[in-house]
């Protein structure tokens, strides 16, 4: 019986083991096909990567202004149900230079990103999966708040 | 040994079960019919770019990718405050309804132009709205007041005060909710207003669907092509178009004058002077029509015209700046003014770009590098420099040495001043 006990609990270890890979892990340095590689190992999707294209296209004027002197590479890939989902690779100053926008006026809220350590991506439904946090800004401070699991 | 690999698959079964229970459902969504700005804007621009990209050609949602970036339309489904709680009111002030927030703020623009969808006044209809898996909430649709003005930021109150449709947890099936609703009495142009509250979480999702109240039924058949244009009266700068004019069941509202994929002019008559080319170059038009539905035709024949050898764009001037250097790279602003009498048109910026280093990252402009040049090309935004107008734009490069500034620039062939 203790035998069958231990390999019910190691089953149910080796699942949390699977689940944990689930931790926003990419090394920045891989810049963009980093991050790809990465969402491709723990979700088997993230297809069709590009990179090079004009940011300021993708987000617009406004986000590309504040975003863009943070973003040492971008591009993006399709994870369902993200036909284009942006892949960042940042520099460190973006939660100032967001907090400096909303002081000019510039935008409104917080950021549209979900963050982990050196790197962001556009989507928000299903990123909680991926261990990524979303920044909640005021004038004076931004924190990185975990996604909550509802 | 059957027995114990079982339990080993059962342990890892429960596993799973346990941590999916703790996982939050997909909530996505917003209004396909009757459609909303997002919805339908991203349809146009599948159908402009024949797939693979977002190319609109509806007005409205041309100025709302000019704004916003097409990344809104990439996610026309996720126009949402992750923290509203019901707070709509408090939270979304007068003039943000359709676009909460900084990545659809562009949503919010008050024109008349958006898609539009023909409902029946009184007419119980099929509300449908799309949703990527099922989650509890509660969805009210509100209609605007009598009188109301599109043409003017929509504001809480231009909504009558109770929403004509309310519903909870309705039908899903096939990736949408669907329900019936009664469709209130109106008359000519409105906007349904749409929130979905969800239950589980205080996310709140927002969508503002254009309608046109009445009898009549939707039009969806496009105009015409125009015919193919004819150049006239060609300078270094400017050129003529007259083209034979495209027909429409409801009318022709607009033509569209296209350099490549660039919209250069719009007019509502069949004929235009595109201005700010450059001298001793070739340049290729054609013309789309649209109508008030938004419908465009197929594009007229090309038409390819050189300019004359007169004077080009005139004086520009062009300001370089680095904010921002560190060990192996730098940020650079580049501002352009164009200080003569004509617009620049479809922009090309070219400077030198010497070997070690290269251009990482652009924003509002798109930058090439080849035999040591670096060509800038405005975005779809700020592709066009109007007389005495500037354009801005940026990107960041990566060096292995020490590089030095740009001492000339021209502009679509120019020289360029350097302050």
Same mark, same amino acid.
């Given at each position: 019986?203790?035998?069958?006990?231990?390999?019910?609990?190691?089953?149910?270890?080796?699942?949390?083991?699977?689940?944990?890979?689930?931790?926003?892990?990419?090394?920045?340095?891989?810049?963009?096909?980093?991050?790809?590689?990465?969402?491709?190992?723990?979700?088997?999707?993230?297809?069709?990567?590009?990179?090079?294209?004009?940011?300021?296209?993708?987000?617009?004027?406004?986000?590309?202004?504040?975003?863009?002197?943070?973003?040492?590479?971008?591009?993006?890939?399709?994870?369902?149900?993200?036909?284009?989902?942006?892949?960042?690779?940042?520099?460190?100053?973006?939660?100032?230079?967001?907090?400096?926008?909303?002081?000019?006026?510039?935008?409104?809220?917080?950021?549209?990103?979900?963050?982990?350590?050196?790197?962001?991506?556009?989507?928000?439904?299903?990123?909680?999966?991926?261990?990524?946090?979303?920044?909640?800004?005021?004038?004076?401070?931004?924190?990185?708040?975990?996604?909550?699991?509802? | 040994?059957?027995?114990?690999?079982?339990?080993?698959?059962?342990?890892?079964?429960?596993?799973?079960?346990?941590?999916?229970?703790?996982?939050?459902?997909?909530?996505?969504?917003?209004?396909?019919?009757?459609?909303? /700005?997002?919805?339908?804007?991203?349809?146009?621009?599948?159908?402009?770019?024949?797939?693979? #990209?977002?190319?609109?050609?509806?007005?409205?949602?041309?100025?709302?990718?000019?704004?916003?970036?097409?990344?809104?339309?990439?996610?026309?489904? !996720?126009?949402?405050?992750?923290?509203?709680?019901?707070?709509?009111?408090?939270?979304?002030?007068?003039?943000?309804?359709?676009?909460?927030?900084?990545? &659809?703020?562009?949503?919010?623009?008050?024109?008349?132009?958006?898609?539009?969808?023909?409902?029946?006044?009184?007419?119980?209809?099929?509300?449908?709205?799309?949703?990527?898996? +099922?989650?509890?909430?509660?969805?009210?649709?509100?209609?605007?007041?009598?009188?109301?003005?599109?043409?003017?930021?929509?504001?809480?109150?231009?909504?009558?005060?109770?929403?004509?449709?309310?519903?909870?947890?309705?039908?899903?099936?096939?990736?949408?909710?669907?329900?019936?609703?009664?469709?209130?009495?109106?008359?000519? /142009?409105?906007?349904?207003?749409?929130?979905?509250?969800?239950?589980?979480?205080?996310?709140?999702?927002?969508?503002?669907?254009?309608?046109?109240?009445?009898? %009549?039924?939707?039009?969806?058949?496009?105009?015409?092509?125009?015919?193919?244009?004819?150049?006239?009266?060609?300078?270094?700068?400017?050129?003529?178009?007259?083209?034979?004019?495209?027909?429409?069941?409801?009318?022709?509202?607009?033509?569209?004058?296209?350099?490549?994929?660039?919209?250069?002019?719009?007019?509502?008559?069949?004929?235009?002077?595109? /201005? !700010?080319?450059?001298?001793?170059?070739?340049?290729?038009?054609?013309?789309?029509?649209?109508?008030?539905?938004?419908?465009?035709?197929?594009?007229? +024949?090309?038409?390819?015209?050189?300019?004359?050898?007169?004077?080009?764009?005139?004086?520009?001037?062009?300001? &370089?700046?680095? +904010?921002?250097?560190?060990?192996?790279?730098?940020?650079?602003?580049?501002?352009?003014?164009?200080?003569?009498?004509?617009?620049?048109?479809?922009?090309?910026?070219?400077?030198?770009?010497?070997?070690?280093?290269?251009?990482?990252?652009?924003?509002?402009?798109?930058?090439?590098?080849?035999?040591?040049?670096?060509?800038?090309? %405005?975005?779809?935004?700020?592709?066009?420099?109007?007389?005495?107008?500037?354009?801005?734009?940026?990107?960041?490069?990566?060096?292995?040495?020490?590089?030095? #500034?740009?001492?000339?620039?021209?502009?679509?062939?120019?020289?360029?001043?350097? +302050?």
């Amino acid at each position: 019986m203790r035998v069958l006990l231990a390999l019910f609990v190691a089953g149910s270890v080796v699942c949390a083991i699977l689940v944990a890979r689930a931790e926003p892990a990419p090394d920045p340095a891989g810049g963009v096909d980093g991050i790809a590689a990465w969402l491709q190992q723990v979700t088997g999707e993230c297809t069709g990567v590009r990179k090079g294209e004009d940011f300021a296209a993708f987000v617009g004027p406004v986000r590309a202004k504040v975003y863009g002197p943070y973003i040492a590479e971008w591009g993006t890939c399709s994870k369902p149900p993200y036909e284009q989902l942006g892949l960042l690779v940042l520099r460190p100053g973006l939660e100032e230079g967001w907090r400096a926008a909303l002081a000019r006026g510039e935008v409104k809220g917080d950021p549209d990103l979900v963050f982990g350590d050196g790197f962001a991506i556009t989507g928000s439904t299903g990123m909680e999966h991926l261990g990524l946090k979303r920044l909640e800004c005021t004038l004076t401070a931004c924190a990185l708040i975990p996604i909550k699991h509802h | 040994m059957r027995k114990p690999i079982a339990l080993l698959a059962i342990g890892a079964a429960v596993g799973a079960l346990l941590v999916q229970t703790s996982a939050p459902a997909l909530a996505h969504g917003s209004m396909v019919w009757p459609g909303s /700005r997002t919805y339908l804007c991203y349809q146009d621009g599948r159908a402009g770019s024949g797939g693979g #990209d977002l190319q609109p050609t509806n007005p409205a949602c041309v100025a709302a990718v000019a704004q916003g970036g097409k990344q809104p339309l990439w996610d026309w489904y !996720g126009n949402l405050i992750s923290n509203a709680a019901g707070r709509h009111r408090e939270i979304v002030p007068d003039g943000d309804l359709c676009g909460p927030t900084t990545k &659809y703020d562009a949503y919010n623009q008050p024109r008349a132009d958006w898609p539009t969808t023909q409902v029946t006044a009184n007419a119980t209809v099929t509300l449908k709205y799309n949703a990527w898996a +099922p989650h509890p909430g509660t969805w009210e649709q509100y209609v605007t007041k009598d009188g109301f003005d599109v043409t003017k930021p929509l504001k809480w109150s231009d909504l009558e005060p109770a929403p004509f449709d309310k519903i909870t947890n309705p039908p899903l099936g096939n990736g949408e909710y669907s329900w019936q609703a009664r469709l209130p009495n109106k008359s000519g /142009r409105h906007i349904i207003y749409s929130l979905w509250q969800r239950s589980d979480s205080p996310e709140a999702f927002y969508s503002c669907s254009d309608v046109v109240f009445g009898g %009549g039924v939707p039009d969806t058949q496009p105009p015409t092509a125009p015919g193919a244009p004819v150049a006239s009266s060609v300078t270094g700068s400017s050129v003529r178009l007259d083209w034979p004019a495209s027909s429409d069941n409801f009318g022709v509202t607009e033509y569209r004058v296209y350099r490549g994929d660039q919209v250069v002019a719009t007019t509502t008559t069949n004929s235009v002077t595109v /201005r !700010g080319l450059s001298s001793n170059t070739d340049y290729t038009f054609r013309v789309v029509a649209a109508d008030s539905a938004g419908n465009a035709s197929p594009s007229s +024949p090309g038409v390819t015209v050189r300019t004359g050898s007169g004077t080009g764009t005139g004086a520009c001037t062009v300001t &370089y700046t680095k +904010p921002s250097t560190w060990n192996g790279g730098y940020t650079a602003n580049v501002k352009i003014a164009n200080g003569s009498s004509e617009a620049v048109r479809a922009w090309e910026l070219v400077w030198d770009f010497p070997a070690g280093q290269r251009v990482s990252s652009y924003w509002s402009s798109s930058i090439t590098v080849a035999d040591g040049k670096a060509t800038a090309k %405005g975005a779809s935004y700020n592709a066009d420099i109007a007389a005495g107008g500037t354009a801005e734009f940026g990107f960041n490069a990566a060096t292995t040495g020490a590089v030095t #500034d740009p001492v000339s620039f021209t502009l679509n062939g120019v020289s360029c001043a350097i +302050p």
